[in-house]
């Protein structure tokens, strides 16, 4: 999964590049392991037009190993606070992330 990392603090942030939140417009693309922790979620039951066809679906607030949080959908088993997610794929601008059960990622990275 592809985030950007400022050159010249150091911070990490999981949407696209710019400037980051220190002034500095030297940020460049890196890779992050795509692993998470469930910050918040909630399940939709009304959406955009362009979104009714996948109602209902979760959505949650995540932090990225790495340090940035993200908001994504969520495919497959629901999650709660606290759960270990891992990126799946990208649709549409859409990050999709799912319940990480089994995988070696630990709460102790983030």
Same mark, same amino acid.
């Given at each position: 999964?592809?985030?950007?990392?400022?050159?010249?603090?150091?911070?990490?942030? =999981?949407? /696209? &590049?710019?400037?980051?939140?220190?002034?500095?417009? #030297?940020?460049?693309? $890196?890779?992050?392991?795509?692993?998470?922790?469930?910050?918040?979620?909630?399940?939709?039951?009304?959406?955009?037009?362009?979104?009714?066809?996948?109602?209902?679906?979760?959505?949650?607030?995540?932090?990225? =190993?790495? /340090? &940035?949080?993200?908001?994504?959908?969520?495919?497959? #088993?629901?999650?709660? $606070?606290?759960?270990?997610?891992?990126?799946?794929?990208?649709?549409?601008?859409?990050?999709?992330?799912?319940?990480?059960?089994?995988?070696?990622?630990?709460?102790?990275?983030?």
């Amino acid at each position: 999964m592809k985030a950007y990392r400022c050159s010249a603090c150091g911070q990490t942030t =999981a949407n /696209g &590049p710019g400037r980051c939140h220190c002034g500095s417009e #030297a940020v460049e693309p $890196v890779e992050i392991s795509g692993c998470g922790t469930v910050y918040s979620w909630t399940t939709l039951h009304a959406a955009a037009e362009p979104f009714e066809k996948d109602l209902p679906f979760q959505i949650a607030i995540i932090q990225l =190993a790495e /340090g &940035p949080r993200l908001t994504v959908r969520i495919e497959g #088993a629901r999650v709660k $606070v606290d759960d270990e997610v891992r990126f799946v794929r990208e649709r549409d601008g859409a990050k999709f992330f799912s319940l990480a059960s089994g995988d070696s990622f630990s709460k102790q990275q983030v």
